[in-house]
């Protein structure tokens, strides 16, 4: 009995270690301690196929990203780290062919190229492009779900961005 007691103790004990330490706090960030202010340029749409609500979308959606998930500093003028963004893909190709039917599915994708700058650190410096997509049938009307797709893809593409700077994955 007496070793049921020390055994539930232990366990008792590490998961209150564990979870009020924070070791398994994932929302944690690996910004750096002189980083205060980030900064982001209206996006701009080079897409063949444009949304117009697009890029003013996703500005809007990277900056409440980092003001809500950092202690960073949104800044009107250039910041430490800094965001220039442009929408390069908004498309549909089909995804899958019915011999009878032709396209039974759609892929929709979209792809924002990211250009991150920071002065103090250039070697965390990158431009890269990322994309998202998503399948749905063929026989719906892209218009039809349009604005749901759109929000959700863009969500996920802002996910990665966070990631890349903030998480540093």
Not at 120 to 127: G, V
């Amino acid at each position: 009995m007496n070793w049921n007691k020390r055994l539930f103790f232990a366990i008792f004990a590490t998961i209150f270690t564990l979870s009020g330490c924070g070791i398994y706090d994932f929302k944690g960030t690996n910004i750096p301690n002189d980083i205060n202010t980030f900064g982001v340029g209206f996006f701009t749409n080079e897409a063949s196929l444009v949304n117009p609500k697009l890029a003013m979308n996703l500005t809007e959606k990277l900056k409440t990203k980092f003001q809500t998930e950092t202690r960073l500093g949104l800044s009107s003028e250039i910041g430490d780290y800094q965001f220039a963004g442009t929408v390069v893909s908004y498309q549909l190709d089909p995804a899958a062919i019915s011999p009878e039917t032709g396209a039974s599915q759609t892929q929709f994708t979209m792809g924002v190229r990211i250009e991150f700058n920071c002065a103090k650190y250039p070697e965390k410096n990158f431009t890269k492009t990322f994309t998202s997509s998503k399948i749905f049938d063929a026989t719906t009307e892209f218009t039809s779900i349009e604005d749901n797709l759109t929000e959700e893809l863009g969500t996920i593409i802002i996910q990665q961005i966070f990631s890349a700077v903030a998480l540093d994955w």
